[in-house]
């Protein structure tokens, strides 16, 4: 029966899948032309003589003796020790993530169960804090952390992500809990259960998709940070994201701009196996409606 | 955890409400490998004393709010007195500012929130109807425009759009005007910004608009096929009320996120044609001078701003929490 | 290859050999010395010779970053400083100057620092608060073999580089043959300043924080950028220095004013091509308007001792930072063709002439005062209109002046 529901006039068919593919091209074209363009020279992948240049690799020819070229790659990851970079990040992004849901599934189950008008409030706060830009955040954390002796460490790092990043983290997890129906666990308490025990075997089990798609988000928001990892971090543990900045080069200094571009593919590439590992449980957590305005 | 958030709105509040103290300066001569010259400098041994008595700096009161760089009402009302024309009066308003970074954000938010929702609607719908084996596929390369850092991302397109450059090229040879710059005049620019907004941010209206097509209740949609509906008709009673409250949290967040409109300023280099709110604060923490007070003053004029943008949905959300209570 | 592997053997010999005479050189016995900078290869030179001096009970980092000036305030601010040493330049000293966190060197330099040359000292009112290693200035870099075809000498002064970009044009060998650095911003801003001080406009009233740049000055500074403008790439609010660096590597420029410290990477052939390569060369800055100033900046970087630090750290600090500007590492050419060194010893390469007829010049160095940085940004966030044809050049001035007026009252510059 379903499947009837889904038959549709040929035209229609060819209609919507000529715009996946127009879309897919619309998305996928500037990150295949720079991973294309990654193997070339400066010149060749700005293509400021020529935009055919960056197809043909002209320039990187005749530098390298083929258009292809590992020079950007080799630079950012021998020379620069770029892996160091991805090791933060990866430490900065289990930990964030790992965090913002421990508090974010607590805090959501207890603010979509609890009547209390000021968990409205708390939301309301949570939302204001999310709009204030975090450039004036870090400026305004970053004496303190001096004066604490903890600035420049990941720990500090991981601590202010999860705070800017919480309160999305407890609206969508708390919006979410609401959708699981309260009988569900009230019963359970009927049944002598203590809220905590509720919680550990009824709820627990119901609420992995809801908890795999708002941990995505998180991942990605410390995942692609710029302001606060740039303000907060030493150079000795820099995540990825400021340490391709920093091969960009200041007014007075060239940078490396291919350091950039082969850093920007290599860090792309671990983010391609996460989302086809995790692409099932990213479409059912949405599904099982973790959100809702 | 209320307090972690609490304090830096607290402090941002504090000092936005003050401003340093008043230098005493005094001429003295400085030498350098190039020579000796008269110049000022702040004499610490008389400042000290009034840093130390008031530490948070000086009272201001509301007067950072006022001033030129933010709402500046001295300045308004000084051209509506001198206005020629109502055209005028605005171009003179715009030449402020806070009212010039306004008029770029809010026509970026009125523009982007809409089209972004629109089109991850569109795109959600037909990746839907694809078989099973290509979805897993084309979902990862929908969510790149997404997950790429918009700093470096917005890099690789600012030289794309470069008149000599793929995009840039492609233009001229549609347009067929080989002087066609994006980057040159100000309504291109803030044309390409809207176009990258929407695009960068079309993978997240369409990650969740794709799941809330997953839930579509099958009965209601089979009873209004055999009531005849048509295929639009069913889109629009059926799908569309089913995945408005996902809707309405999608707006919520673009809202937020397209008024705070800051990596594709720098990204372009596009400040010479579009500033934005935030734009001004990292102009202002930017310099070699920061200024402190009148980027917190900004800030929570976002705050503001954001909140009035939100009020409709706050409000609802509050009658929810009333009918629960 | 194996020849290769013998001489990088040999040199990491020599090298740690180095570093261990550095070691005895440095003469610590205790200390935390800790320096925050700029992110650049002299810099990071700097950085590797202060870091030579770790040892027993002598602790050295550094943390080197473009972001530096937004971190090193706070980060000298608290007690004890996290930093006890900022790398800065004549614009960016006045922060700290500003905010009272370094300390006069006098002392150290009596003691430890004999040997440092007269010219490396900077003072203000007569106390040594940094010393300097490095200079930069903005000059002329142009493309001799597409001047020669046009039929003209290297411009002496900006109405020949109108001049020659027009015969340039005309004669069909460029399109766009000027280059700068005009993004909106910092970069712009730069410009108006050269062209300013070019013309002799002075940015303040002598003694006061009141800025005067609407005058005749400001207006003439302005036309001459618009004018120019008019022969570059129609997105030159968009080039900083890195995109005009592009271009001209791209052969798509043949006149610009440029950086010092940027010439070196234009000649790399990774970048451009053998023509553009070897057709480069750098000459003395311009004037502008009759003038004899040349009409750009000249800049220095040096180092600090932070204040908030215990004597026994600031003096590790000195004295490990005096071992990191040793004339004796100017002996790697590497190293010596990093910069325009101000260390004793240094002889100035090809690439360091530009520079150095901008000193012989008497070019101004950018101004150590405590509110030009506020000047700067509002002249860079207001100047686009005028150079987009919105405004005229005194209501632009004008609005650069409101602009500042209202920083400088919010920092107490101005009741």
């Known amino acids: 029966m379903a499947a009837a529901a889904e038959q549709k006039s040929i035209g229609l068919r060819v209609f919507s899948s000529t715009f996946v593919i127009f879309w897919l091209i619309l998305a996928a074209f500037p990150f295949v032309w720079t991973l294309w363009g990654s193997f070339k020279v400066e010149l060749d992948f700005f293509s400021i003589a020529d935009w055919t240049n960056a197809l043909t690799g002209a320039r990187t020819e005749v530098v390298y003796g083929s258009p292809f070229t590992g020079t950007g790659y080799e630079g950012a990851w021998v020379k620069e020790e770029f892996w160091k970079a991805v090791l933060n990040t990866a430490i900065v992004c289990f930990f964030v993530v790992c965090t913002s849901l421990t508090i974010g599934t607590l805090g959501g189950y207890a603010l979509s169960r609890s009547g209390f008008r000021y968990t409205f409030w708390l939301l309301i706060i949570a939302l204001m804090f999310r709009a204030l830009p975090p450039i004036t955040l870090v400026s305004g954390y970053l004496l303190p952390f001096f004066e604490w002796n903890v600035w420049g460490i990941l720990p500090t790092t991981i601590i202010v992500l999860v705070a800017i990043n919480q309160p999305f983290t407890l609206w969508m997890l708390h919006s979410f809990f609401q959708k699981i129906p309260k009988d569900l666990d009230e019963s359970a308490m009927v049944d002598g259960c203590t809220r905590f025990q509720a919680f550990r075997h009824v709820i627990i089990p119901v609420m992995w998709p809801g908890v795999i798609t708002t941990g995505l988000f998180s991942f990605l928001l410390a995942y692609n940070d710029f302001a606060v990892t740039t303000m907060l971090l030493a150079k000795e543990n820099q995540t990825m994201v400021p340490k391709i900045a920093s091969f960009l080069g200041t007014t007075q200094t060239e940078g490396n701009v291919m350091f950039a571009v082969a850093s920007v593919v290599s860090a792309t590439a671990p983010l391609f196996v996460l989302v086809m590992f995790f692409q099932r449980q990213i479409v059912s957590g949405l599904t099982a409606g973790a959100v809702k305005g | 955890m209320l307090l972690f958030i609490a304090f830096p709105i607290v402090s941002v509040v504090t000092q936005s409400l003050h401003t340093a103290h008043d230098q005493v300066i005094v001429e003295v001569e400085n030498c350098g490998p190039f020579g000796c010259e008269k110049e000022v400098t702040v004499d610490q041994e008389a400042t000290r004393k009034i840093r130390e008595d008031q530490p948070l700096g000086k009272w201001a009161g509301l007067s950072v709010y006022l001033d030129r760089g933010h709402l500046a009402f001295q300045e308004v009302a000084e051209s509506w007195k001198t206005r020629d024309s109502l055209s005028g009066f605005f171009s003179a308003i715009t030449n402020l500012p806070f009212y010039r970074a306004m008029s770029f954000t809010l026509t970026f938010v009125v523009v982007v929130t809409p089209m972004t ?174 200024l402190l007070s009148s980027a917190a003053a900004t800030s929570v004029l976002t705050v503001i701003g954001v909140g009035i943008l939100l009020s409709p949905v706050l409000v609802r959300t509050w009658r929810d929490f009333k009918v629960k209570v | 290859m194996i020849k290769k592997t013998l001489m990088a053997a040999s040199l990491a010999l020599m090298a740690s050999a180095a570093s261990t005479a550095a070691y005895a050189a440095c003469d610590i016995s205790k200390g935390r010395v800790n320096v925050v900078g700029n992110e650049f290869p002299a810099i990071q030179t700097i950085g590797k010779g202060a870091q030579a001096c770790a040892g027993d009970g002598v602790e050295v980092k550094t943390n080197l970053t473009a972001d530096h000036q937004k971190i090193n305030v706070a980060g000298m601010s608290s007690n004890p400083a996290e930093y006890t ?331």
């Open chain 2, 117 to 290: 929702i629109i089109l991850g609607f569109m795109i959600a719908v037909a990746v839907n109807a694809l078989n099973q084996k290509l979805k897993g596929f084309v979902i990862f390369f929908s969510l790149l425009p997404m997950i790429v850092t918009p700093l470096i991302g917005s890099l690789i397109l600012f030289w794309m759009i470069d008149s000599r450059g793929i995009l840039g090229n492609g233009l001229q040879w549609i347009f067929d005007d080989p002087n066609l710059s994006l980057k040159a005049s100000t309504g291109l620019t803030w044309i390409m910004l809207m176009v990258y907004g929407i695009w960068h941010a079309a993978p997240f209206a369409f990650v969740v608009f794709y799941a809330g097509l997953q839930t579509l209740p099958q009965d209601t949609l089979e009873s209004a096929m055999i009531d005849g509906a048509t295929r639009w008709q069913r889109i629009r009673y059926v799908i569309i009320p089913h995945i408005m409250p996902l809707v309405t949290f999608v707006a919520l967040i673009q809202l937020m996120d397209n008024f705070r409109v800051f990596e594709p300023i720098v990204g372009f280099s596009a400040e010479a044609h579009a500033t934005s709110l935030s734009w001004i604060i990292f102009n202002d923490l930017g310099g070699e001078t920061r």
């Open chain 3, 85 to 415: 040493s900022a790398i800065v330049a004549n614009s960016s000293i006045v922060a700290l100057m500003n905010e009272d966190l370094i300390r006069p060197l006098d002392d150290f330099i009596a003691k430890y620092g004999k040997d440092l040359k007269k010219n490396q000292l900077i003072s203000i009112d007569g106390k040594v608060m940094a010393v300097a290693f490095m200079a930069n200035a903005q000059h002329l870099v142009y493309r001799k073999d597409i001047l020669a075809k046009a039929g003209v000498e290297p411009p002496k002064t900006y109405e020949d580089m109108l001049a020659a970009a027009k015969i340039i044009r005309d004669k069909g060998l460029m399109q766009n043959p000027v280059g700068g650095a005009y993004a909106a911003g910092w970069n712009l801003a730069q410009e108006f300043n050269n062209m300013y001080i070019g013309y002799g406009g002075e940015f303040f009233k002598p003694g006061t924080a009141e800025v005067s740049i609407n005058n005749e000055q400001g207006a003439a500074a302005l036309k001459m950028m618009k004018d120019l403008s008019g022969y570059m790439n129609p997105d030159f609010l968009t080039h900083d220095s890195n995109a005009t660096s592009a271009e001209w590597k791209a052969g798509n420029v043949a006149i610009m004013n440029m950086w010092g410290s940027r010439v070196g990477p234009l000649k790399d052939t990774e970048g451009s091509s053998q023509e553009v390569v070897d057709n480069t060369d750098i000459a003395a800055p311009m004037t502008v308007g009759g003038g004899s100033i040349p009409a750009t900046t000249l800049w220095w970087d040096g180092w600090t001792v932070s204040k908030n630090t215990s004597d026994e750290d600031a003096e590790a600090t000195f004295k490990a930072m005096m071992n990191a500007i040793n004339p004796s590492i100017l002996g790697d050419d590497e190293i010596a063709k990093q910069a325009v060194w101000l260390i004793d010893g240094y002889k100035p390469t090809d690439a360091a002439k530009g520079v150095f007829a901008a000193a012989e010049m008497g070019t101004k160095p950018y101004p150590m005062r405590p509110f030009q940085g506020l000047l700067h940004t509002a002249l860079g966030a207001e100047l686009p209109d005028y150079m987009q044809g919105k405004e005229d050049a005194a209501k632009t001035l004008a609005d650069v002046e409101a602009a500042y007026i209202a920083a400088a009252k919010e920092k107490g510059f101005l009741k």
